[in-house]
T-cell receptor, first 116, second 114 residues
Framework: SQTIHQWPATLVQPVGSPLSLECTVE??????LYWYRQAAGRGLQLLFY??????ISSEVPQNLSASRPQDRQFILSSKKLLLSDSGFYLC???????????????FGSGTQLSVL | QQPVQSPQAVILREGEDAVINCSSS?????VHWYRQKHGEAPVFLMI?????EQKGHEKISASFNEKKQQSSLYLTASQLSYSGTYFC???????????????FGKGTKLSVIP
């Protein structure tokens, strides 16, 4: 079965510090991978998605970046965190590759990031 | 492009029914529904792919009106376990790109009380 591992569960970082959140998946090959952020009152905001190794699409301009060094690994990074980067970050995947999302999203357990 | 959900919040007593609406300003390819408990990841409920399609999951069902570009989630005889935030995700075609984008609404917070 498909499983998403996401860590850490909570993170408190000072403004200006770097960030690295990691997501690994099991039970499928060549999945589509996604990073979402959930800030209060804004719902689920898509940040990045990847259809394969080294292929990253960004949905919103920001000081965050994503990388996919391996098929089942997706990393969210920042060189300098801002207060506005606080939120609940979720990694998600779909197992079947199609041009549409007619396949349900599996979400990881999320990372609650507080930037102080 | 973010779909609009209504209401933003609703409080129900056990056994009562509720309807959550999701509407889009763009033509929809599909509609997704997810439920999220506080501090947890969203959990998939259902996808509706065709106009007029209705699907059910226990006592939770949904409809998709392609013409009106909207979907509704129906919760019947609500249980305490139904509490959470419900998100709709709408999928639209990206013009000229041959691909689609899934965008979520801000969510509807449902609280079921004894």
């Amino acid at each position: 079965s498909q499983t998403i591992h996401q860590w850490p569960a909570t993170l408190v970082q000072p403004v200006g510090s770097p960030l690295s959140l990691e997501c690994t998946v099991e039970g499928t090959s060549n999945p589509n991978l996604y990073w979402y952020r959930q800030a209060a009152g804004r719902g689920l905001q898509l940040l990045f998605y990847s259809v394969g190794i080294g292929q990253i699409s960004s949905e919103v301009p920001q000081n965050l970046s994503a990388s996919r060094p391996q098929d089942r690994q997706f990393i969210l990074s920042s060189k300098k965190l801002l207060l506005s980067d606080s939120g609940f970050y979720l990694c998600a995947m779909t197992g079947v590759k199609t041009s549409t999302t007619n396949e349900k999203l599996f979400f990881g357990s999320g990372t609650q990031l507080s930037v102080l | 492009q973010q779909p609009v959900q209504s209401p933003q919040a609703v409080i129900l007593r056990e056994g009562e029914d509720a309807v959550i609406n999701c509407s889009s300003s763009k033509a929809l390819y599909s509609v997704h529904w997810y439920r999220q408990k506080h501090g947890e990841a969203p959990v998939f409920l259902m996808i509706l792919l065709k106009g007029g399609e209705q699907k059910g999951h226990e006592k939770i069902s949904a409809s998709f009106n392609e013409k009106k570009q909207q979907s509704s989630l129906y919760l019947t005889a609500s249980q305490l376990s139904y509490s959470g935030t419900y998100f709709c995700g709408t999928e639209v075609a990206i013009s000229g790109a041959g691909s689609y984008q899934l965008t979520f609404g801000k969510g509807t917070k449902l609280s079921v009380i004894p």
